[in-house]
C-alpha cells in the first residue's frame, strides 16, 4: 500500500470513530483540520512517537492563541483525543483531556484577572450622575470610582473589591438616589430591612451589605453611618447540608481523573474547601511528615491537616510535572509567582523558587491586573466546580452535589468513625463548635475510627 493509500485509509478510519461519537457529518472536515493542523506544527514527530508533554504544549499554545474562539478550540482539543484514543491509547489515557476543554472557555468579563481591566479607574472628574455602563445602572458614577480607588488603596482583594461595589450599587439603585447629598442613614435601614423582609436573605448575606454600605460611607463619603441599630434583621435559618454517602464519594472520584481527581481528592480526604485546594503552594504539602498546612483560609486563618497516604504519590507524581513547566517558565524569563503583600517585603525576591509556586498551576500565563507582571497564577476554581457538578448530574446522583460536598462528607465521615467534635473542629478550622455541630444531625454513628476517610475507599 503506497503513501497516499495509507494517509486515504487512516483518515477513512477517523471518520468512522467521528461517527460512532456521533459527531455531526457537517463536523467532520473541521474535526480533520484540527488534527491536520496539530500533524504540520509536529511533522518531525510521528503520532505514535508524541508524549504528554509536547502534547500538552501544543493545546496550551492553542489554548493561548487569541484568534480562535472559545467553541473552536474546545473543537480542536475534542478532535485530538479522538485522534488518540484511536492511535496512542496509552498516550491518551495520560492527558486529561475534560481538563483542557473545560480550560477552553473564555474567563467571565467580572472575573478576578479581567476585572481590574474592565472596571478602571477613572483619573479625571465623573460628573455625579447617572449613567449607564453596558445595560447596568451605575448610579453616582465618580462616588463608585473612589469606592474601588479607596479599596485598592487598602489592598483589599479583588474579590472583596467586586462585592462591595456590587453591593453599594444595588443599596444606591434601591433608593434611587442621584446626587451624594441624598444618601442618608434613612436609607441604609430602608435597604437593609427590604433584604430581610422582602428578600428574605442569610443575616451573612445582610451583614455583608452592611459591611460594604458602611465602607462607603466612611472611605468615600467621609462619615460613619451613625446609630442604625434598630433595623430589622435577618432571621438565622439553619440548613442542614448535602452529604454524600461512602459509595457515592467513590462513585464521584472513580470518575474523575488528573487535576479534578486530585483537588476533588483533598477536599474529601482532607476536608479543604475548593478555594484553600487550589491555593496550595509546593511548600504546603509535608509529604515527611504526611500533613498539609493550610494557610491564609477562611477568618486568615491557618490550621494543618493530616495528608491521606493515597495522594502522597499521585501529588509527589503531579508536582514533577509541575516543576517541569516551571524549569520552562524559568527560561522564558517568566516564573514568578503572586505573593501576599506582606510577604512582598520579606520574600518578595524569592516569588521565582519553586517552593513558592502554586501545587495547581494555570494552564496559561496571565497578565496580573494590579502589577501588570506576567506570572501563572493558580487554576480557576470553577474548572473543577462545573466538572464537580455536570458528572453529578451524569452519574444521576439526586443531590445538589457541589465542591464543598466533598468537604461535608469528610466531616460527617469522621464523626461517623468516632472522632471527637473537637478535632474534627480543628481540622475544619472551624472558629465555633457549635457550626460543627451540625454535622451530628446527618451522621451515622456505626462505624469505626479512621485516619481520613478517603484512605477507607
Known sequence: MDRESREKHFWNNYLVILAERQIKPSLFTWYVAHCETFIRKNRDTRLKRHTKLTVSTYLSDLINADKAKAWQKKQAVDALSLLFKSIHAPLYQQIDWDYW???????????????????????QSIPSTSTEDEGHTLLLASEINELRVSIRRLNYSIRTEKTYTDWVQRFLKFNGYKNSSDISQE??????????????????????????????????????????????????????????????????????????????SLQYGA???????????????????SQIIVRDAKGKKERVVPLPAKLSQPL?????????????????????VYMPQELVLKYGKSAHQWVWQYTFPSYKLSVDPRSNIVRRHHINE????????????????NKRVTCHTFRHSYATHLLERGMDIRT?????????????????????FS?????????DL
Open 101 to 123: 476543554k473545560l480550560s477552553c472557555r473564555d474567563l467571565d468579563k467580572d472575573h478576578d484577572t479581567n476585572y481590574h481591566s474592565t472596571h478602571p479607574i477613572e483619573h
Open 187 to 264: 436609607g441604609v435601614m430602608k435597604y437593609l430591612e427590604y433584604l430581610a423582609i422582602e428578600r428574605k436573605v442569610a443575616p451573612k448575606t445582610q451583614s455583608l451589605a452592611l459591611n460594604a454600605v458602611s465602607f462607603f460611607f466612611k472611605h468615600v463619603l467621609g462619615h460613619e453611618i451613625g446609630d442604625i441599630s434598630q433595623f430589622v434583621r435577618a432571621k438565622s435559618r439553619e440548613r442542614l447540608p448535602v452529604i454524600m454517602t461512602r459509595e457515592e464519594v467513590s462513585l464521584m472520584l472513580d470518575n474523575l481523573k488528573g487535576l479534578q481527581w486530585l483537588i476533588a
Open 271 to 289: 476536608g479543604l474547601r475548593v478555594m484553600e485546594s487550589i491555593r496550595l503552594r509546593v511548600q504546603d504539602i509535608d509529604f515527611g511528615y
Open 316 to 336: 509527589k507524581e503531579h508536582l514533577i510535572e509541575v516543576k517541569k513547566q516551571h524549569v520552562g517558565d524559568l527560561e522564558q524569563g517568566f516564573g514568578v
Open 382 to 397: 470553577s474548572t473543577i466546580q462545573r466538572c464537580v457538578r455536570d458528572l453529578s448530574r451524569k452519574l444521576e446522583i
Open 424 to 444: 474534627i473542629q480543628a481540622l475544619l478550622g472551624h472558629k465555633d463548635v457549635s457550626t460543627t455541630m451540625i454535622y451530628t444531625h446527618l451522621a451515622d
Open 447 to 455: 462505624k469505626g475510627k479512621t485516619s481520613s476517610p478517603l484512605d
